[in-house]
């Protein structure tokens, strides 16, 4: 039976684990992203609703979130009104 040598053989089975390795890695990590991507739809919904809150409350604004402070969205008819 004809063989590689011991040289080339450990150099094969050195990269082989070293992409295994990578592959368990990356794996990880789209199993990550997934969980993090689920999150952030939910996070996502949660200001969605809460947008409606703040609307049902205060009527269409924008929001400074550093200070609280807000100005009124003008609408199509109220620019209207102004001309």
């Known amino acids: 039976m004809n063989k590689i040598s011991e040289e080339h053989l450990k150099t094969i089975q050195n990269q082989q684990g070293d992409l295994s390795k990578i592959l368990n890695q990356v794996g990880y990590l789209e199993s990550q992203k997934h969980a993090l991507l689920h999150e952030l739809a939910s996070v996502n919904q949660e200001v969605e609703e809460f947008k409606k809150v ?4 205060y009527g269409s604004i924008n ?3 550093e200070d609280g402070s807000y100005t009124e969205v003008e609408t199509e008819q109220k620019q209207e009104a102004h001309v």
């Not at 703040?54 to 409350?57: F, G, I, K, S």
């Open 54 to 57: 703040l609307e049902a409350e």
């Open 63 to 65: 929001i400074n979130v």
